[in-house]
């Protein structure tokens, strides 16, 4: 995130930390190009839109100002082209919300950013929560879960028009010899008329690399429960959240303690994919995961207890206030959350009891929901040697069906280097990971899938308009087209 404390406040302060640089294209070019060298596949950018003012609230933004905890946040989406013109290989996933901005606005930003990266743009998708950000944007509360999955459902049908079906296949020609740069029967508008949107077009940029970018979405933690969810989703399933992500994600980022809840998850989202018509092949999947790595396992262990001693309890406290809607400061530091009179409260700590290996029959007080979350929030953690960590990486992957981990840092630099210099050439003597790219300047749908495009069972693809077609073949049938559509 483009903050100085993501998923571990406090940190900033760390003598190996220099997160406080977030501001400064030095600080990511370099980390890009540190990536870029050791192979790793994308570097991908969370992002919120509002601070996290639940915790001694309500609206009190007060607790994560010292420690920097996701306050303030850049925009992530600037970095891109100078990371871009940093590297060769390495694809930006970004985070950018669809809740607040219209469509047409956030399809050029996207499309100017593929451009510029030559392809290597993933997009994660997001639907925003929480309410300080709608407040912020003219709301006085956030939008309702599932009406928030259905607005997303129509928005991503008018980026498909824009991106896919606005410029016939091979419409930009650049031709000089006769003055042609796009065919004149070539762009078209879209002509959209929903529920949520009405979008004439046609898309104000030319066809990027990949047309659409390649499409990251993230699945809610399980342990999370949040203010108006549905009783399936306190029991940590997001009906509308899955679907969405089943149908239109092509690399999906999800949590979870134990492999065998992660499995559930895995084989719920490529059940959802089949239902839908895609190959579940076609969607990578990529468990977020907490990594502490060292020479030896005691060194590791030392390594943690040196984090915690720069973790900003009121921090973390309100990273969870955020992340949740719960504000912890009522209840007494000694209380053991397991028998919370809280239902909302004992839910989440009961998973973790449950869950989080070394913690049976411990009390869960406020005093260990800071420590467990402020080193790595609450994804699963490996500590150890690189043999320790990349026995648990394999296990997570013989037993999930996962294809992958999306590695958090503690502190930036020190956590990648530690990776890099301990646990990748573990993984690489195991062959669990590559020791080369496989296409010099690939885009990032070939970097994941193998295709520029998107795939024929995508169902953006039902907007192509391709070579040879005078009209894409979504048009055909509209009785509102006809010359209308075709005037730009």
């Known amino acids: 995130m483009n903050t100085p404390g993501h998923l571990a406040a406090g940190q900033w302060?760390?003598?190996?930390?220099?997160?406080?640089?977030?501001?400064?294209?030095?600080?990511?070019?370099?980390?890009?190009?540190?990536?870029?060298?050791?192979?790793?596949?994308?570097?991908?950018?969370?992002?919120?839109?509002?601070?996290?003012?639940?915790?001694?609230?309500?609206?009190?933004?007060?607790?994560?100002?010292?420690?920097?905890?996701?306050?303030?946040?850049?925009?992530?989406?600037?970095?891109?082209?100078?990371?871009?013109?940093?590297?060769?290989n390495l694809v930006f996933g970004i985070t950018a919300s669809l809740t607040y901005e219209k469509p047409y606005a956030l399809a050029r930003r996207l499309s100017t950013v593929d451009h510029l990266s030559d392809g290597r743009l993933a997009w994660n998708i997001v639907t925003s929560y929480l309410d300080?950000?709608?407040?912020?944007?003219?709301?006085?509360?956030?939008?309702?879960?599932?009406?928030?999955?259905?607005?997303a459902q129509e928005y991503m049908e008018v980026l498909y028009k824009l991106w896919e079906g606005s410029f016939r296949d091979g419409a930009v020609l650049a031709d000089r010899e006769k003055g042609v740069y796009i065919a004149s029967d070539a762009v078209r508008k879209i002509n959209h008329k929903g529920k949520y949107f009405e979008v004439p077009g046609p898309h104000f940029c030319e066809p990027s690399p990949q047309r659409t970018p390649f499409l990251f979405q993230v699945s809610l933690p399980n342990s999370w429960v949040l203010e108006g969810q549905t009783d399936?989703?306190?029991?940590?399933?997001?009906?509308?959240?899955?679907?969405?992500?089943?149908?239109?994600?092509?690399a999906i980022f999800i949590g979870g303690q134990t492999p065998e809840g992660v499995k559930t998850t895995v084989d719920n989202i490529r059940k959802v994919a089949t239902d839908e018509g895609r190959n579940p092949n076609h969607i990578k999947i990529i468990l977020g995961m907490t990594v502490i790595v060292a020479k030896t396992d005691d060194e590791a262990q030392e390594k943690r207890e040196e984090c915690l001693k720069y973790a900003d309890p009121e921090g973390v406290l309100a990273l969870f206030g955020g992340w949740t809607g719960i504000?912890?400061?009522?209840?007494?530091?000694?209380?053991?959350?397991?028998?919370?009179?809280?239902?909302?409260?004992?839910?989440?700590?009961?998973?973790?009891?449950?869950?989080?290996?070394?913690?049976?029959?411990?009390?869960?007080?406020?005093?260990?929901?800071?420590?467990?979350?402020?080193?790595?929030?609450?994804?699963?953690k490996s500590i150890g040697s690189a043999t320790t960590v990349a026995d648990e990486l394999e296990r997570w992957l013989d037993i999930t069906g996962i294809d992958g981990f999306n590695l958090a840092h503690i502190t930036n630099p020190g956590s990648f280097e530690d990776i890099i210099e301990f646990l990748i050439p573990e993984l690489q003597r195991r062959g669990r990971f590559r020791t080369e790219v496989e296409k010099e300047g690939a885009t990032a749908r070939e970097a994941y899938i193998g295709s520029t495009r998107l795939p024929e069972d995508h169902?953006?693809?039902?907007?192509?308009?391709?070579?040879?077609?005078?009209?894409?073949?979504?048009?055909l049938g509209d009785e509102a087209v006809g010359e209308e559509g075709r005037e730009i």
């Open 13 to 88: 302060r760390s003598p190996r930390n220099k997160t406080d640089q977030y501001k400064k294209l030095s600080f990511w070019t370099d980390l890009a190009q540190l990536l870029d060298k050791a192979n790793f596949h994308a570097m991908f950018i969370a992002d919120t839109l509002g601070p996290y003012d639940v915790y001694k609230g309500p609206a009190n933004v007060v607790p994560a100002l010292s420690s920097g905890a996701q306050f303030p946040v850049n925009d992530p989406l600037y970095l891109v082209p100078a990371m871009a013109a940093a590297t060769k």
């Open 132 to 151: 300080s950000a709608a407040r912020n944007h003219g709301l006085k509360e956030q939008i309702p879960h599932d009406e928030r999955y259905a607005i």
């Open 232 to 250: 399936s989703e306190k029991a940590g399933v997001s009906e509308a959240g899955n679907n969405f992500g089943g149908k239109h994600g092509e």
């Open 327 to 380: 504000d912890l400061s009522p209840f007494p530091d000694d209380e053991d959350f397991r028998l919370s009179d809280s239902p909302r409260v004992q839910s989440i700590v009961r998973r973790w009891a449950d869950t989080v290996p070394g913690t049976d029959n411990l009390p869960w007080t406020k005093r260990r929901v800071v420590e467990y979350l402020s080193v790595g929030g609450s994804q699963t």
């Open 459 to 475: 169902p953006g693809s039902k907007y192509k308009w391709r070579a040879g077609e005078a009209i894409p073949k979504y048009h």
